[in-house]
Nanobody, 125 residues
Framework: QVQLVESGGGLVQAGGSLRLSCAASGRAFSTSIMAWFRRAPGKEREFVAA????????YYADSAKGRFTISRDNAKNTLYLQMNSLKPEDTAVYFC??????????????????WGQGTQVTVSS
C-alpha cells in the first residue's frame, strides 16, 4: 500500500510564496516519477511539475516555469513544490502523485498510480 500525504497549503497574497510537501510511505520510490498536479475550481486536473526520483530529471508546465521549483529529499521520501510569485490563477487544490513504473515523465493524469488527498492553495489579489 502506498500513501501520499500533502501539506503546506494555505491562503497567501498575490506575489507571495508557499512550499508544499508530500510525504510518501509504503514502498521504495527509487524508480518512480513523482509529480504535482492541481485542480482549479471548475477545471480539470492539470500537470504542474514532475521529477524522476532516480535521475532527477525535471519537467515543468509552462505556467510553473520560472516561479515554481520541484525537489525531493530521498532520505525523507518527501517531495516538495516551492511556489514563488503566486498569482490568483494559481488558486487550486494541489495533489502529489506517483507513477511507480514510469520510464518517462508523463504530464497527463492517467499514468499516475497513486494520489494524495490534496491541499488547498488560495491566492488573494
Amino acid at each position: 500500500q502506498v500513501q501520499l500525504v500533502e501539506s503546506g497549503g494555505g491562503l497567501v497574497q498575490a506575489g507571495g510564496s508557499l512550499r508544499l510537501s508530500c510525504a510518501a510511505s509504503g514502498r521504495a520510490f527509487s524508480t518512480s516519477i513523482m509529480a504535482w498536479f492541481r485542480r482549479a475550481p471548475g477545471k480539470e486536473r492539470e500537470f504542474v511539475a514532475a521529477i524522476a526520483w532516480r535521475t532527477s530529471d525535471i519537467y515543468y508546465a509552462d505556467s510553473a516555469k520560472g516561479r515554481f521549483t520541484i525537489s525531493r529529499d530521498n532520505a525523507k521520501n518527501t517531495l516538495y513544490l516551492q511556489m514563488n510569485s503566486l498569482k490568483p490563477e494559481d488558486t487550486a487544490v494541489y495533489f502529489c502523485a506517483a507513477d511507480v513504473l514510469a520510464a518517462i515523465i508523463a504530464t497527463t493524469v492517467g499514468p499516475y498510480d497513486y494520489w494524495g488527498q490534496g491541499t488547498q492553495v488560495t491566492v488573494s489579489s
